[in-house]
T-cell receptor
Framework: DTEVTQTPKHLVMGMTNKKSLKCEQHMGHRAMYWYKQKAKKPPELMFV???????INESVPSRFSPECPNSSLLNLHLHALQPEDSALYLC????????????FGSGTRLTVV | EDQVTQSPEALRLQEGESSSLNCSYTVSGLRGLFWYRQDPGKGPEFLFT???AGEEKEKERLKATLTKKESFLHITAPKPEDSATYLC??????????FGTGTRLTIIP
């Protein structure tokens, strides 16, 4: 299995809703990442988990809450989002912290209404 | 601050018209440079990894090269299915990939 699987593929949520994005990989990679990508922009790093521990938080607002239940799973909990948070949310994983490159999932298209 | 710049921002080519995309970076201690292809609404798809100046990698119509301060992605005789955004990213060993702004490539039949 050489894939990173993200669910759901599309999500529409209201500003008072709570939802979660899920990411799964079975490649034995030790690091997992959340990225946010706006239209016609490059991906922007949000969080890095290394060996299931949060190692980098790029000053992301607390309405985004990451969780890494085990080495194969990564969640992003969403609460009280704003319309400007609408974007493509990408999960990625790497075997060695990045030197060998990242494998990306296909993303979750999030729309906040 | 480490920066990665890609040019051109957008490129339109006729089918079969070869060209090159550029990725330049201002950084010391480069640990790796990566090229990705991204289709609209999808995640980036890995193409190549380059680690040292002089290194070259090839895959079908694509060839990536690396110098001390820049990388080129050469596309030979492109086809419409090569239309996508091509992203380069640089790894400095700090658990982060720094992405360039991308080149939107359109191949016209």
């Amino acid at each position: 299995d050489t894939e990173v699987t993200q669910t759901p593929k599309h999500l529409v949520m209201g500003m008072t809703n709570k939802k979660s994005l899920k990411c799964e990989q079975h490649m034995g990679h030790r690091a997992m990442y959340w990225y946010k990508q706006k239209a016609k922009k490059p991906p922007e790093l949000m969080f890095v988990y290394s060996y299931e521990k949060l190692s980098i938080n790029e000053s992301v607002p607390s309405r985004f809450s990451p969780e890494c239940p085990n080495s194969s799973l990564l969640n992003l909990h969403l609460h009280a989002l704003q319309p400007e948070d609408s974007a493509l949310y990408l999960c990625a994983s790497s075997q060695d912290g990045g030197a060998g490159g990242y494998t990306f999932g296909s993303g979750t298209r999030l729309t906040v209404v | 601050e480490d920066q990665v710049t890609q040019s051109p921002e957008a490129l339109r080519l006729q089918e079969g018209e070869s060209s090159s995309l550029n990725c330049s970076y201002t950084v010391s201690g480069l640990r790796g440079l990566f090229w990705y292809r991204q289709d609209p609404g999808k995640g980036p798809e890995f193409l190549f990894t380059l680690y040292s100046a002089g290194e070259e990698k090839e895959k079908e119509r694509l060839k990536a090269t690396l110098t001390k301060k820049e990388s080129f992605l050469h596309i030979t005789a492109p086809k419409p299915e090569d239309s996508a955004t091509y992203l380069c990213a640089v790894f400095f060993g700090n658990e982060k990939l720094t992405f360039g702004t991308g080149t939107r490539l359109t191949i016209i039949p």
